[in-house]
């Protein structure tokens, strides 16, 4: 019996974790990624500011998995039909499948945005960023640009704040969202409170402000205006993984994309079982894999048992049920428990308490420790 879990995400690592503990050790795990590593991708913009943090959010997966067999290739293909999947280095057959491939930067065909701008899914990336902010410290009249005023967009553009104050320059940061509000997927009341947060930071956050192509000096907005910039990082938007062709595949409760392969994370649209549409996030991802393993254990119970004459095992069904928010904006962050929302020491407190939490969760004390002492000797 074969298990292949394909990424190694916050949905791919926890799902591999999960089923190590599930299963005897005759049933075979893989988990495939195409990096030796696991990136905790909401301390990405850290980096950002601190370069030395890349090695406190990065896990090796042969530290964080305890018998699965790690292989490092890129998926190219999934043939869920065949229960096959083609790899930059070879091939792999599964008995049961996950598909956790995560989410890509989705350019939605704008003229130059892809060869201008810069997205944020890397520590190449990160670094990228970085390099770009301070290149435009040195020109006169600094402007840089972030598009999409989504969660990862705030805390871009919180970081580049915060790094403008510390290289003592007076550059603008301009957040741009199509919408009306920043984060729009999010109660109004985290809304307010996030741009709040953003314009005591410094950034002018620019809302019903639609892009519609970029050059190499500016930023093309509906009605014509444009926008300078000495830098110019993307953060509007998400698609599927290359492998699924782009497209994020719809899964129901059960998170059964078909017989033995399931799909979730932000690889997937997630419709839950009370039929709501699931946001991409984190905890969300985490929370997808706990039910992901129940229902590949269930399976693998039956395929094992050897009595086919039995009714498939009911398979459990996942039920969006958010805690909360979390985002950090520069040196604050902005925190939504239930109804209420808190700023300030209270909210990156409670931040770095959660990003801790994680990385004990898969293994990372270490790591762990490193993140709440940077935490703690910036506050």
Not at 60 to 65: E, G, M, Q, R
Not at 169 to 175: G, K, N, R, V, Y
Not at 308 to 314: L, N, Q
Request: net charge negative.
């Amino acid at each position: 019996m074969h298990v292949v879990v394909l990424g190694a995400g916050y949905a791919g690592l926890t799902l591999t974790r999960l089923l190590e503990r599930e299963f005897p050790a005759d049933v075979e795990i893989t988990l495939v990624d195409q990096s030796p590593d696991h990136l905790v991708q909401h301390e990405l913009h850290r980096v950002i500011r601190r370069p030395a943090l890349a090695s406190d959010i990065t896990v090796s997966l042969t530290d964080a998995v305890d018998r699965a067999t790690v292989r490092v290739a890129r998926v190219e293909d999934v043939d869920t039909d065949a229960r096959t999947v083609s790899l930059s280095s070879g091939s792999l057959t599964y008995d049961v499948g996950a598909i956790c491939l995560g989410a890509e930067t989705a350019f939605y065909g704008l003229e130059g945005v892809r060869e201008h701008a810069t997205p944020l899914k890397s520590l190449d990336d990160a670094k990228a960023i970085r390099t770009a902010a301070l290149g435009a410290f040195s020109q006169p009249d600094p402007r840089l640009v972030v598009g999409g005023g989504g969660l990862s967009g705030v805390q871009v553009a919180g970081e580049l704040a915060a790094l403008a104050r510390e290289e003592a320059t007076d550059a603008s940061i301009t957040l741009l969202e199509q919408y009306d509000t920043v984060a729009p997927t999010f109660p109004a009341n985290f809304q307010r409170a996030v741009r709040s947060a953003l314009e005591d930071q410094g950034v002018e956050v620019k809302t019903g402000a639609t892009v519609t192509d970029a050059d190499a000096s500016a930023v093309g907005l509906e009605g014509d205006d444009r926008l300078r910039y000495d830098a110019f990082v993307w953060t509007g938007g998400i698609r599927g993984p290359t492998p699924l062709s782009g497209d994020r595949p719809t899964v129901r409760g059960d998170l059964r994309l078909s017989d033995r392969t399931f799909a979730l994370g932000d690889a997937a649209s997630v419709v839950d079982a009370e039929g709501q549409a699931v946001p991409a996030s984190a905890q969300t991802a985490v929370r997808q894999a706990r039910t992901v393993a129940e229902n590949v254990s269930r399976l693998v119970a039956y395929d094992r048992g050897g009595d086919k004459d039995d009714f498939e095992p009911r398979l459990e069904t996942y039920t969006f049920d958010s805690p909360g928010w979390l985002v950090s904006v520069g040196d604050d962050a902005v925190a939504q428990l239930g109804p209420t929302v808190v700023t300030g020491r209270a909210a990156t407190a409670l931040k770095t308490t959660v990003g801790a939490g994680y990385l004990s969760s898969v293994g990372a004390i270490r790591n762990a420790v490193d993140l709440v002492g940077d935490e703690l000797g910036r506050t």
